[in-house]
């Protein structure tokens, strides 16, 4: 055998070098994606502190073109009630279609297709999400009105639901076979062994999965804005239009207004601790799940 | 076992077998699951369809291949040419591509190869942080910090690199290379997450056999690490520019929305994305422009089918590729 021709040369200088320079790069190259991570949250701390008083979440937008502009109360409850209908109507569906995927669909051209195409639309710009919604709900008036927060959770909900079947086939591909054979064994259909067995196994998994999905939800500008727009007032139903706080930001981002601006900073830095709980509640469910 | 009982038959039915009510509930179950992920299906041809005639108006006042290639983006003379958007978001993208991936696939490989065991779990999760962070903040941040902050530089390098092409003249506040910039910081999280994916599927065999032989580290990742996932990092590079086409927000708030081609890099811009987030409201009562809007988004949603039908092909075949080498008997314990 000639291996010791094929192998590589005793270690030159040259090499070494190059070795360490490598590593270096890489190093810096990941502290490098990290610098902006950390301007972005020292500049949210920084500037959205000061915009936070007990008011700044009690009092809805005044939209007065002068003086006092009010907080964030109504975009905060707005966002959060329009992602809760939004869950509600995208983590059932979701997680059925991953049961199909897991349960029925592990082969054949029909399952295919199915998992494509949800790889596919996690892809889609979420503005295009909400380009669907206008011109199916809004442009139509449908349901009486032409915008509503009801089509801005659709819009969300449509976003969310990729994900939460990506997730949820992911986890159920986990639980182990033996668990499903022992229960079918047993006697048990499949729709009990599904529910009872499958189901309760995967359970932290999915809720896990799920909760990523909210917490990208509630971020997301483009599919709010043209189907649940923009108020001042806190409303609590969701045929009327709907504030919301990426909506907000967005909003005052664009106002000449210093106020606004301020306030822009505030909303941003409640938003993004929202999304960050909700990120860590997702972590710490998933440290109680057995599978791995 | 005592259950073995005489009595085995109940009604003229064996206790072993389900009544027809119960036995009627497994195929309901299924259909029910078929009928959910059918919808998923149905959903999106749906919406297809709807938007191409919605976009009707627009597309046949303006021909498909003018709406495309004209540099003419005027709705108040109802001129759609939508090339400066299509350029404006070819151009933002390349930038995140160029900046972006190479940052993400450096951090990959640090925390999968390179990292002590210890900070790879907190250094993934710093990462994924940066997908935490939604469009608009980025937005906000991009235009009360990133722009005033880079301005210098950028007026800095276009004075000092002017022979370069597209280099030189007067910078822009809000122009291409600060939309690309932000792209690049959101697209981070995702090429690095698929990128570790692909990596971690690379056989420990090859990895060793590499260093056995003599290989410093990083030799090891060239030769054996990066070879055997070049297939998966591209298709995670393409996720990524899927990503940086599509993203509205952030861009809109600093790309300046200047719906003409910018001359140099630091020229303001525009792109499909962020011409329906702004022209929307004014467009609602104008069938064609509403229609030309529309038009943009069918193009932003072919286009990132198309790219993202690629990259997941990709993706699959490359972590597809891992699995069958890692089940070869003698791999030992992975």
Same mark, same amino acid.
């Given at each position: 055998?000639?291996?010791?021709?094929?192998?590589?040369?005793?270690?030159?200088?040259?090499?070494?070098?190059?070795?360490?320079?490598?590593?270096?790069?890489?190093?810096?190259?990941?502290?490098?994606?990290?610098?902006?991570?950390?301007?972005?949250?020292?500049?949210?701390?920084?500037?959205?502190?000061?915009?936070?008083?007990?008011?700044?979440?009690?009092?809805?937008?005044?939209?007065?073109?002068?003086?006092?502009?009010?907080?964030?109360?109504?975009?905060?409850?707005?966002?959060?009630?329009?992602?809760?209908? @939004?869950?509600?109507?995208?983590?059932?569906?979701?997680?059925?279609?991953?049961?199909?995927?897991?349960?029925?669909?592990?082969?054949?051209?029909?399952?295919?297709?199915?998992?494509?195409?949800?790889?596919?639309?996690?892809?889609?710009?979420?503005? &295009?999400?909400? !380009?669907?919604?206008?011109?199916?709900?809004?442009?139509?008036?449908?349901?009486?009105?032409?915008?509503?927060?009801?089509?801005?959770?659709?819009?969300?909900?449509?976003?969310?639901?990729?994900?939460?079947?990506?997730?949820?086939?992911?986890?159920?591909?986990?639980?182990? =076979?033996?668990?499903?054979?022992?229960?079918?064994?047993?006697?048990?259909?499949?729709?009990?062994?599904?529910?009872?067995?499958?189901?309760?196994?995967?359970?932290?998994?999915?809720?896990?999965?799920?909760?990523? @999905?909210?917490?990208?939800?509630?971020?997301?500008?483009?599919?709010?804005?043209?189907?649940?727009?923009?108020?001042?007032?806190?409303?609590?139903?969701?045929?009327?239009?709907? #504030?919301?706080?990426?909506?907000?930001?967005?909003?005052?981002?664009?106002?000449?207004?210093?106020?606004?601006?301020?306030?822009?900073?505030?909303?941003?830095?409640?938003?993004?601790?929202?999304?960050?709980?909700?990120?860590?509640?997702?972590?710490? *469910?998933?440290?109680?799940?057995?599978?791995? | 076992?005592?259950?073995?009982?005489?009595?085995?038959?109940?009604?003229?039915?064996?206790?072993?077998?389900?009544?027809?009510?119960?036995?009627?509930?497994?195929?309901?179950?299924?259909?029910?699951?078929?009928? !959910?992920?059918?919808?998923? !299906?149905?959903?999106?041809?749906?919406?297809?369809?709807?938007?191409?005639?919605?976009?009707?108006?627009?597309?046949?006042?303006?021909?498909?291949?003018?709406?495309?290639?004209?540099? =003419?983006?005027?709705?108040?003379?109802?001129?759609?040419?939508?090339?400066?958007? &299509?350029?404006?978001?070819?151009?933002?993208?390349?930038?995140?591509?160029?900046?972006?991936?190479?940052?993400?696939?450096?951090?990959?490989?640090?925390?999968?190869?390179?990292?002590? /065991? /210890?900070?790879?779990?907190?250094?993934?999760?710093?990462?994924?942080?940066?997908?935490?962070?939604?469009?608009?903040?980025?937005?906000?941040?991009?235009?009360?910090?990133?722009?005033?902050?880079?301005?210098?530089?950028?007026?800095?390098?276009?004075?000092?690199?002017?022979?370069?092409?597209?280099?030189?003249?007067?910078?822009?506040?809000?122009?291409?290379?600060?939309?690309?910039? *932000?792209?690049?910081?959101?697209?981070?999280?995702?090429?690095?997450?698929?990128?570790?994916?692909?990596?971690?599927?690379?056989?420990? =065999?090859?990895? %060793?056999?590499?260093?056995?032989?003599?290989?410093?580290?990083?030799?090891?990742?060239?030769?054996?690490? !990066?070879?055997?996932?070049?297939?998966?990092?591209?298709?995670?590079?393409?996720?990524?520019?899927?990503?940086?086409?599509? %993203?509205?927000?952030?861009?809109?708030?600093?790309?300046? #929305?200047?719906?003409? *081609?910018?001359?140099?890099?630091?020229?303001?811009?525009?792109?499909?994305?962020?011409?329906?987030?702004?022209?929307?409201?004014?467009?609602?009562? =104008?069938?064609?422009?509403?229609?030309?809007?529309?038009?943009?988004?069918?193009?932003?949603?072919?286009?990132?089918?198309?790219? #993202?039908?690629?990259?997941?092909?990709?993706?699959?075949? @490359?972590?597809?590729?891992?699995?069958?080498?890692?089940?070869?008997?003698?791999?030992?314990?992975?």
């Amino acid at each position: 055998m000639s291996a010791a021709t094929t192998a590589l040369a005793p270690l030159s200088g040259r090499r070494r070098a190059a070795d360490k320079v490598m590593r270096a790069v890489l190093a810096i190259g990941t502290l490098v994606a990290l610098v902006p991570l950390v301007l972005v949250i020292y500049y949210l701390l920084k500037k959205g502190l000061g915009a936070w008083s007990w008011g700044f979440f009690t009092t809805d937008p005044t939209g007065n073109f002068l003086g006092d502009q009010g907080g964030v109360k109504s975009a905060l409850l707005g966002t959060i009630e329009m992602v809760l209908l @939004a869950s509600l109507i995208a983590i059932p569906i979701g997680w059925g279609v991953g049961l199909y995927l897991v349960e029925f669909g592990r082969t054949g051209r029909f399952a295919a297709a199915v998992r494509y195409f949800v790889d596919v639309m996690t892809g889609v710009p979420s503005i &295009v999400f909400g !380009l669907f919604i206008y011109v199916t709900l809004v442009l139509s008036g449908w349901g009486g009105s032409s915008f509503a927060g009801w089509k801005g959770s659709v819009a969300l909900a449509l976003l969310m639901l990729p994900v939460v079947t990506r997730s949820a086939e992911v986890v159920l591909l986990l639980v182990p =076979d033996g668990l499903r054979e022992a229960a079918l064994a047993l006697g048990t259909p499949r729709w009990r062994v599904t529910m009872k067995v499958v189901l309760p196994t995967a359970l932290p998994g999915l809720v896990t999965g799920s909760l990523l @999905a909210v917490a990208r939800a509630a971020g997301e500008t483009a599919p709010l804005l043209f189907t649940a727009t923009i108020v001042n007032g806190t409303t609590f139903n969701l045929g009327d239009r709907m #504030n919301s706080l990426p909506v907000q930001i967005y909003t005052d981002v664009g106002s000449p207004n210093d106020q606004l601006v301020q306030r822009a900073w505030g909303a941003a830095l409640a938003l993004v601790t929202l999304i960050l709980l909700t990120t860590l509640a997702a972590r710490l *469910i998933s440290r109680r799940s057995r599978l791995s | 076992m005592a259950a073995t009982t005489p009595d085995v038959r109940t009604g003229g039915r064996s206790i072993l077998e389900r009544s027809p009510s119960a036995r009627r509930a497994d195929p309901m179950f299924r259909v029910l699951l078929v009928g !959910l992920a059918g919808l998923i !299906l149905a959903l999106i041809a749906f919406f297809f369809v709807y938007l191409i005639t919605k976009a009707q108006p627009a597309l046949s006042h303006q021909g498909v291949f003018s709406f495309l290639f004209t540099n =003419d983006w005027n709705p108040s003379k109802a001129i759609y040419g939508a090339w400066p958007l &299509v350029v404006g978001t070819l151009i933002t993208a390349a930038i995140a591509l160029v900046i972006g991936v190479p940052v993400a696939v450096a951090t990959a490989l640090f925390i999968t190869e390179l990292a002590p /065991r /210890r900070v790879r779990g907190p250094l993934t999760v710093l990462v994924e942080l940066l997908a935490a962070v939604p469009s608009v903040v980025y937005g906000l941040w991009g235009i009360f910090v990133l722009i005033p902050k880079l301005k210098p530089a950028e007026q800095w390098f276009s004075d000092t690199f002017s022979f370069l092409p597209f280099i030189g003249g007067n910078v822009a506040g809000p122009n291409y290379f600060i939309a690309g910039l *932000i792209l690049a910081i959101m697209i981070l999280p995702i090429v690095s997450a698929i990128s570790r994916e692909v990596i971690s599927t690379v056989p420990p =065999d090859l990895k %060793e056999a590499s260093l056995a032989l003599g290989a410093t580290r990083w030799e090891m990742i060239r030769m054996a690490v !990066l070879p055997y996932a070049r297939s998966g990092i591209t298709g995670a590079a393409m996720l990524g520019l899927g990503r940086a086409i599509g %993203e509205t927000i952030a861009v809109t708030l600093v790309i300046g #929305n200047s719906p003409t *081609i910018g001359k140099q890099l630091f020229d303001q811009g525009y792109t499909l994305a962020a011409v329906i987030a702004n022209e929307f409201g004014e467009a609602a009562n =104008d069938k064609i422009h509403a229609g030309a809007l529309f038009a943009a988004g069918l193009v932003l949603f072919l286009l990132t089918l198309v790219i #993202n039908a690629l990259a997941r092909g990709l993706v699959r075949r @490359a972590e597809k590729k891992g699995q069958t080498v890692t089940v070869v008997p003698g791999t030992g314990a992975a």
